[in-house]
């Protein structure tokens, strides 16, 4: 079974970028119908997709995220990463990296499944 | 955007109690619709997708429904186990999109 494991620093400075890694584990990142995602939640808020990448690169991403988001996959790792760059306050928020599953076919069902256990990161001086 | 709305965002219930919890998107979805349950310090997890299927080892009191713009969670006989925040998505269109959460307490 799949599991997925986020790391990277809980503190950031204010306009600088935060990097987090995404470990997948008891699968290869390069099976095809999965699209390796980031999504955040604010304390206290709904949750938000940042955007996917397949694990052959042509990502994907929120148009609130298009300009500071970057996701990369590392097959060789069989890890994806995300980097966001010029953070604020705003970006304070529990990170998860998660599966969007495709499986296939016309009009076929799409979902994020799993997540990994999200990860606090927090933007302050 | 997609705009996803849920009702209520929050309520009371008891061991027992049928539960049943609305979501609408602001534009037909088809049955791009998925649930998820999260408690704190967890990680959401899948119970339904495209509307309807129940994911695989998701207890059976759990069931969804609907198509279009309009869905619905139902908990049979809520369980212990089963209070916690509850949110639709839709897989429709990107940006993907969530709702703001139910949660249910005792």
């Known amino acids: 079974q799949v599991q997925l494991q986020e790391s990277g620093p809980g503190l950031v400075k204010p306009s600088q970028t935060l990097s987090l890694t995404c470990t997948v584990s008891?699968?290869?990142?390069?099976?095809?119908?999965?699209?390796w995602s980031w999504l955040r939640q604010h304390p206290g808020t709904g949750l938000e997709w940042i955007g996917y990448?397949?694990?052959?690169?042509?990502?994907h991403y929120n148009p609130s995220f298009r300009s500071r988001a970057i996701i990369s996959v590392d097959r060789s790792n069989n890890q994806f990463s995300l980097s966001l760059s010029s953070v604020t306050a705003a970006d304070t928020a529990v990170y998860y990296c998660?599966?969007?599953?495709?499986?296939?076919?016309?009009?076929?069902?799409?979902?994020?499944?799993?997540w990994g256990q999200g990860t606090l990161v927090t933007v302050s001086s | 955007d997609i705009q996803m709305t849920q009702s209520p965002s929050s309520l009371s219930a008891s061991v027992g109690d049928r539960v049943t919890i609305t979501c609408r998107a602001n534009?037909?979805?088809?049955?791009?619709l998925n649930w998820y349950q999260k408690k704190p310090g967890k990680a959401p997890k899948l119970l339904i997708y495209?509307?309807?299927s129940l994911q695989s080892g998701v207890p059976s009191r759990f069931s969804g429904s609907g198509s279009g713009t309009d869905f619905t969670l139902t908990i049979s006989s809520l369980q212990p186990e089963d209070f916690a925040t509850f949110y639709c998505?839709?897989?429709?269109?990107?940006?993907?999109?969530f709702g703001p959460g139910t949660t249910v307490d005792i």
């Open positions: 998660a599966s969007h599953v495709v499986q296939g076919g016309l009009a076929s069902p799409e979902y994020f499944h799993p």
């Open positions: 008891g699968g290869s990142i390069s099976t095809g119908g999965y699209y």
């Open positions: 990448s397949y694990y052959s690169g042509s990502p």
């Open positions: 534009q037909n979805i088809n049955t791009y």
């Open positions: 495209a509307a309807s």
């Open positions: 998505q839709q897989s429709y269109r990107t940006p993907f999109t």
